[in-house]
C-alpha cells in the first residue's frame, strides 16, 4: 500500500473509509503498530504510526475500517480511551454507542 498517498488522503478528511478487504495491506504498511486491543464488541482497534503521522484504525458497527490521523501519539490515545470506556460501558448494557463518523 502506498502509504504517502493514503496519509495525503486522510488529511483532506476528518474520518477516512477503507474496506475491509484492504486491512492487512495496511497493516503490513504502516512502520509500527503502537497498540492494539480487541474490543470484544466490534473487532481490534489499534493505533499505528508511519514517519511522523499517527492514526486510529477500528471496525464499525458498518463493518468498515475507520481511519483518523493525528500528528500526536497524545490525540491518538485520547480517541481510543474515549472508545475504550464506551465499549466498557456497552458492556455493563448503557445503550450507549460509539461514533465512529464524527
Known sequence: MDMDALINEMKK???????????????????????????????????????????????????EVVLRLYSTKEEAEALVRDHLDTYDQMWDGCGCKVDYYS
Request: no cysteine; hydrophobic share 35%.
Open 13 to 63: 478528511v476528518k474520518v477516512y473509509i477503507m474496506s475491509p478487504t484492504k486491512l492487512d495491506d495496511l497493516l503490513n504498511s504502516v512502520e509500527e503498530i503502537v497498540f492494539e486491543r480487541d474490543t470484544l464488541i466490534s473487532g481490534f482497534i489499534r493505533i499505528l504510526r508511519h514517519g511522523d503521522y499517527f492514526m486510529t484504525q477500528e471496525t464499525s458497527d458498518k463493518n
